[in-house]
């Protein structure tokens, strides 16, 4: 009754090729960040923001990066860990030898760091499809963690092998490091994700998008109405890489605070797979439904023991919540292989008909 | 030039000077690719028989080898574990088939890699609930595993080969002639094989899917549990056992998928060319980087030959 474009009419191209061409989407939109820039930030407590909405973001983020390349040019990716990695460690080698500049400034060079490791371990995509990449970009994986942990200039050739945070600022403000607030933390994080996600769905609306969407759809048909494969798949590289990348640097910087080699293993890899997979390929808000699912339903499944009053020991929690993240995967999949994404769109289309059925 | 030196001359130059080293060097190469292979062996057989790439190949190896170790600790005897944990993986084998492949036919591959991303939270979850996250040791002895070493003079020197390993590489090897003789002779086999070519004409003839992917997945059990019990007695049988099969990955793409010889010359290849590479490359670059050459081998290999060596051609039609 209230979603309904009726009346709402489109004159020109531009408006008819929005992002969001329904005047209640935009509303929806609006009302979201104002949610998220004010409400949240004004009555969320630290424990909230610093365990649930951070890393949400975050998530997200990588999230978006994996889905332009998996997604969006179906080349299947198990190295975003690493790639997350390449740009904390960029970030945490550019700020402690620059600290004088801007940490924004540094948090996206970092992405162009790891958009450049990412156009190198795309090359062999040229010639392997499939599994045969998959497995491809899992030495992408392997290598860049063993740099992580065998290379002492990474971490300015600190004992403990990890890389510490810096205190930074922005406007004179705490934005990283142990003094930083939550509250700085998440205003800082919710920007970036906001600006990229509308960055990147704006990139999959256009020219670039379609020009990936029939890579993934057919690679050589696609070749044969003129779109040159070698940039369509390395520009995909370079983007999601780009955008993983800042997501790994926001992961070390406004959220875990200190990260050693093993935070960028292959768990964290598939953890995004899982939430690109979830929440919808080959779909920007997919990944925001799919991080709610993967990283909040531990944190739900371990606070509901003591809720109820179970008394069950800490190991206990952790290893059912591994059983059970693994069945609801399974039935996640099985109700809807096309993800949380289609759902919502199926949702959307029922609200627009309503009350009738089609 | 030093650098080129070290590179290219020195290693070959210790390699002649220290024979019985290199010997040694292989045969352990040698070892770990037969183990490697065991494990892309049941990587390659799902994905024959059903198009699935079983990411839960390798926490199958672990939980058949946790169970035979957990039932052992019980008091049963070694070969009544052994029958028990064979029905474990066949009960497996008819769970997954049931209510994970049934319910995901025909959907698009990477749901299906997926849902076994799945099948593996699930069975580090129960795994850890049942037997205890803590290492345990394998029933080396109440299998009649032979323990000890056996010293080759050979070139001058002494190369150690453990029983252990010897025997692992005989079993592996009458494990794949069966494998053979079973997909070759019998019915059972030659039906796997017309899944394998073609879903919907082996369907049409008749031949039940349901049933094979049931077979298969227990066969992969089976093969799991041989592999299991020998990483087992090599190491601890733990988790982190899982690891190792993240190896089998680059040797299966370095085989071919879709090729069980392939499995059997990937593992070969990728085990002795790591151990080569480790013990004489290693050290140039500081070390560890067995954790990654196995896959640069194979993106090499795959350069030339995107299929794998053993692969089917990849034919693309528009």
């Known amino acids: 009754m209230f979603y ?10 531009a408006a008819d090729m929005a992002i969001f061409p329904i005047r209640q989407d935009r509303f929806g939109v609006a009302l979201i960040l104002f949610v998220a820039f004010v409400i949240i930030p004004a009555f969320g407590g630290p424990f909230f923001l610093n365990t649930m909405m951070i890393p949400f973001l975050i998530l997200s983020l990588a999230g978006i990066g994996l889905n332009l390349l998996t997604g969006y040019t179906d080349l299947l990716s198990l190295g975003t860990g690493a790639f997350m990695g390449v740009g904390a460690y ?10 004088q500049v801007n940490i924004l400034v540094w948090i996206v060079t970092s992405g ?10 795309g090359l062999p995509s ?18 860049l963690e063993w740099c992580f942990s065998r290379v002492p200039w990474l971490v300015n050739d600190n004992d403990s092998g990890a890389i510490e945070v810096p205190n930074a600022t ?10 930083a607030t939550p509250t700085t933390r998440y205003l800082v994080a919710l920007t970036i994700v906001a600006a990229l996600a509308w960055i990147a769905s704006n990139i999959v609306h256009g020219r670039i998008g379609r020009m990936w969407m029939a890579v993934r759809d057919m690679d050589i048909a696609a070749q044969l109405i003129g779109i040159r494969l070698l940039n369509a798949k390395l520009l995909a590289f370079a983007v999601s890489s780009f955008i993983v990348g800042v997501a790994g640097a926001l992961m070390v910087f406004l959220w875990l605070g200190a990260a050693e080699p093993a935070a960028f293993n292959i768990d964290l890899s598939f953890e995004i797979l899982f939430i690109v997979i979830i929440g919808g390929l080959g779909s920007i ?4 439904f799919g991080a709610t699912v993967m990283h909040l339903m531990p944190i739900a499944l371990r606070a509901l023991p003591p809720m109820v009053g179970l008394p069950i020991e800490a190991a206990r929690v952790d290893q059912l919540t591994t059983m059970i993240t693994g069945i609801l995967i399974v039935v996640f999949l099985i109700a809807e292989p096309h993800g949380l994404a289609r759902l919502w769109r199926t949702a959307k289309q029922k609200l627009r008909v309503w009350p009738f059925p089609y | 030039m030093d650098l080129l030196h070290a590179v290219f001359v020195d290693p070959v130059a210790q390699m002649i000077s220290a024979p019985d080293l290199l010997a040694q060097t292989v045969w352990e190469g040698f070892v770990a690719g037969v183990l490697y292979a065991l494990i892309a062996l049941g990587f390659v057989l799902i994905y024959k028989a059903s198009g699935v790439f079983n990411f839960a190949q390798g926490i199958m190896m672990v939980f058949a080898a946790l169970t035979l170790v957990g039932l052992a600790e019980k008091g049963v005897p070694a070969w009544i574990a052994l029958g028990l944990t064979i029905a474990v993986m066949y009960g497996l084998a008819v769970g997954v088939e049931r209510l994970v492949l049934r319910p995901l036919v025909n959907q698009p591959d990477i749901i299906l890699l997926m849902a076994t991303l799945g099948v593996t939270y699930f069975l580090i979850g129960f795994g850890e609930l049942v037997f205890g996250g803590n290492p345990k040791s394998m029933i080396t002895k109440e299998l009649f595993l032979p323990s000890g070493a056996i010293n080759l003079a050979l070139f001058g020197g002494r190369v150690q080969l453990q029983k252990l390993d010897i025997a692992a590489a005989a079993i592996a090897i009458v494990m794949v002639a069966g494998l053979a003789v079973f997909f070759q002779k019998t ?10 070519d073609d879903h919907q004409a082996a369907l049409s003839v008749g031949v039940s899917l349901d049933q094979i992917w049931v077979i298969v997945w227990f066969t992969a059990g089976v093969v799991a549990l041989a592999t299991g019990i020998f990483w087992g007695a090599r190491s601890d049988v733990s988790f982190a056992l899982q690891v190792v099969s993240l190896k089998a990955l680059p040797v299966l793409i370095l085989g071919g998928l879709t090729s069980v010889p392939g499995a059997i010359v990937g593992g070969l290849i990728i085990g002795v060319g790591e151990k080569l590479g480790e013990f004489y490359w290693g050290p140039l670059l500081g070390g560890g980087i067995e954790s990654w050459l196995a896959y640069i081998i194979a993106l090499v290999f795959l350069l030339f030959r995107p299929q794998g060596l053993f692969g089917e051609k990849i034919i693309e039609r528009i």
């Open chain 1, 4 to 13: 309904r474009e009726a009346g709402q009419y489109k004159t020109t191209y």
């Open chain 1, 90 to 99: 960029a970030c945490y080698k550019l700020e402690t030898a620059f600290p």
């Open chain 1, 112 to 121: 162009f760091v790891s958009a450049a490791v990412g156009v190198a371990f």
């Open chain 1, 126 to 143: 040229l010639r392997i499809k499939g599994f045969y990449l998959a497995v491809a970009t899992l030495a992408a994986q392997f290598f």
């Open chain 1, 170 to 179: 922005l406007f004179g403000v705490f934005v990283t490091g142990p003094n």
């Open chain 1, 285 to 288: 808000v997919g990944a925001f």
């Open chain 2, 187 to 196: 019915r059972i086999g030659r039906a796997l094989r017309a899944v394998a």
